[in-house]
C-alpha cells in the first residue's frame, strides 16, 4: 500500500493558524506526508514563515480567493497521495492523529472516509466526531458543543467526515468526482463536506470514527469576525457573502443527492428549517434574498439537471 499521506490546507494568512497548523504536522508521527497549502492571503510574508516551520511544504499562491472548495480542488489535482487530509488552517493535529486515523481505513474496503475526534481548542469541548445528515437536511457535527467526557469514545461507522479534518481516501473521492472536480465549486464553502459523504454514501463509500485521533479546531476561525469565534449561531458573525453560501449550498446539497421518497419523509422538518431560515434573512438580512435565489438559479443552470431528485439505488 502506498502510505502517502497528501495533505492539503486552503490560507486566508489570518493570524498565525497556518503557523501552528505546520507546527503540528511537523510533530506527527507518520512520515510519509507531503503538504501543499493554497495561499489565498496574497501576503509574501505567509509564505516565508510557512517555509521557515516545515521547509518541505509546497506553497501556491492564488491570484484570486479560491475559497474551499477551489482551493482542494487544485491541492488534490497537485497531491500524490493515496490518501488525503483536508486540513482547515485553523486546526491542530495531535502528534500520533495521522498514524491513528490512517489505522481506520484498513478496517473495511468501503471506508473511503475517517474523522477523529475534534474538539475546541480548551480539550474539552466536542468540535465533531463524525458528519450526520438531519432530518432537517443540515450538516450534523456529532457531539457539537457538548463538554467530552469520553461519551463518544467509541469507534465505529458514521455517515461522513468534517471538512475542517476531513481524512479521504483518493479512490473513494476518483469515483465521485464531478467532470474535473472533486469538490463541487459552485459551493465554494460550506455544505462541501456533506456533500461529498452523501455523494460518496450513494455510491456504497461509507466512513469511520477513530476516537484516540485527536485533533484541535478554532470554529470559525478562519472566517469569522474574531467576536464570533467558537460561538453558537454562526451565522450572524458571517459577512452577507458567506451568508448567502450557507443558505444556499444547502439546496445545492439537495439538489444533487435527495431523493423523492427520503424528501417526502422529512418534509415536513426541511419546511420548518426554511421558515426559520428565510425568517432570519428576511427580518435581519433582507438585502441577500434575491442573491440566494440568483446563486441557486445560475447552480442550476450550470448543471443542465432535468430533474430535482435522484432515483434511489437498489
Known sequence: MNDLVSIVIPTCGKHDYLAACLGSIQQQTHRSIEVIVIDNSFDPAVAVKARSIYPAV???PAEHNLFYCDSMNKGIELSHGEFVLCLNDDVTLEARFIEVALSGFSKQNDIGMVSGKILRQDGRTIDSTGLFLSVWRTARERGYGQPDVGQLDEEGRI????????????????????NNDWFDPAFRIFYEDLDVAWRANRCGW???????ALAYHVRGGSVRENTGVGRSFARQYLSDELNVDLIKNRYLAMMRNETLASFVLC???????????WGYVLLFKPQIAGRIVAGLAKARRSRQRSTLFREERT
Not at 159 to 178: E, N, Q
Not at 206 to 212: E, G, N, S
Not at 267 to 277: E, G, K, M, R, V
Open 58 to 60: 509546497q506553497i501556491y
Open 159 to 178: 455517515f461522513g467526515v468534517s471538512g475542517a479534518a476531513a481524512f479521504y481516501r483518493r479512490k473513494m473521492l476518483d469515483v465521485i468526482k464531478l
Open 206 to 212: 461509507t466512513a469511520y470514527y477513530m476516537p484516540r
Open 267 to 277: 418534509l415536513i422538518p426541511i419546511l420548518l428549517h426554511d421558515l426559520c431560515a
